[in-house]
T-cell receptor
Framework: DAKTTQPPSMDCAEGRAANLPCNHS???????VYWYRQIHSQGPQYIIH???NNETNEMASLIITEDRKSSTLILPHATLRDTAVYYC???????????FGTGTRLKVLA | DSGVTQTPKHLITATGQRVTLRCSPR?????VYWYQQSLDQGLQFLIQ???????AKGNILERFSAQQFPDLHSELNLSSLELGDSALYFC????????????FGPGTRLTVL
C-alpha cells in the first residue's frame, strides 16, 4: 500500500507561515496528494490537492518536489483557528484505498 | 456545514449487538466513503461506493458491511460489536470517484459497552 509520513507535532507563531512536510515516497505517477485538516473531532476539512505542479488556493499553498516523493503544505499567515491535525493523504493506485497518515498536530501560538 | 448528513450523532450499545449508521451525501455527489477513527487515532479508510457499486475496500472487518442505495444514501452495518469498535465513524462524499475533494459529515460516535 501507499504510505505517508508526517511529523507528529509542530508549533507556529501566530502570523507566521506554517510549513508542514509530508513524505509519500511510494506514490504512483498518476495519483494526487491531498491535504485535509481536522479540528478537534469534527469531520476533516479539505484544504488542497496537487499532482506535479505547485498549487495555491485561498487557504494554503502546496509545494510538491520534482520527484513527487514529498510535499509541503504552507499556511502563509497562521492564525489561532488553524490549530488542528493536518493529514497528508494519497490513494493507492492498485487498491484505490485512501491512505491517511497519522497527521501533524499543529499548534498556533499567540 | 459540508452538506453531508449522518445519523445518529451518538450511539451507545452493548457488545454483541448490531447497529446501522446512515449517511446522506451532498446533492449531486455520486461517491460515498466510510472512515473509522478510534480514540486519539488517525483515520482508517473502510470502504467507498460509487453510484451504488463498491469501488474500493480498505481495512473493513468482515463483521462490517455497507451499501449505497439508488437514492445514493449509504448505510454502514456493524455486527457482533466488540469494545474495540468504539470509535467515530465518518462518512464523506465526492462528485465522482477520481481526483476529487471529499466532503466529510459530522460523524457518528459509537460507544460499545
Amino acid at each position: 500500500d501507499a504510505k505517508t509520513t508526517q511529523p507528529p507535532s509542530m508549533d507556529c507563531a501566530e502570523g507566521r507561515a506554517a510549513n508542514l512536510p509530508c513524505n509519500h515516497s511510494t506514490i504512483s505517477g498518476n495519483e494526487y496528494v491531498y491535504w485535509y485538516r481536522q479540528i478537534h473531532s469534527q469531520g476533516p476539512q479539505y484544504i488542497i490537492h496537487g499532482l506535479k505542479n505547485n498549487e495555491t488556493n485561498e487557504m494554503a499553498s502546496l509545494i510538491i518536489t520534482e520527484d513527487r516523493k514529498s510535499s509541503t503544505l504552507i499556511l502563509p499567515h497562521a492564525t489561532l483557528r488553524d490549530t488542528a491535525v493536518y493529514y497528508c493523504i494519497v490513494r493507492d493506485s492498485g487498491t484505490y484505498k485512501y491512505i491517511f497518515g497519522t497527521g501533524t498536530r499543529l499548534k498556533v501560538l499567540a | 456545514d459540508s452538506g453531508v448528513t449522518q445519523t445518529p450523532k451518538h450511539l451507545i450499545t452493548a457488545t454483541g449487538q448490531r447497529v446501522t449508521l446512515r449517511c446522506s451525501p451532498r446533492s449531486g455527489d455520486l461517491s460515498v466513503y466510510w472512515y473509522q477513527q478510534s480514540l486519539d487515532q488517525g483515520l482508517q479508510f473502510l470502504i467507498q461506493y460509487y453510484n451504488g457499486e463498491e469501488r474500493a475496500k480498505g481495512n473493513i472487518l468482515e463483521r462490517f458491511s455497507a451499501q449505497q442505495f439508488p437514492d445514493l444514501h449509504s448505510e454502514l452495518n456493524l455486527s457482533s460489536l466488540e469494545l474495540g469498535d468504539s470509535a467515530l465513524y465518518f462518512c464523506a462524499s465526492s462528485r465522482t470517484t477520481l481526483y476529487n475533494e471529499q466532503f466529510f459529515g459530522p460523524g457518528t460516535r459509537l460507544t460499545v459497552l
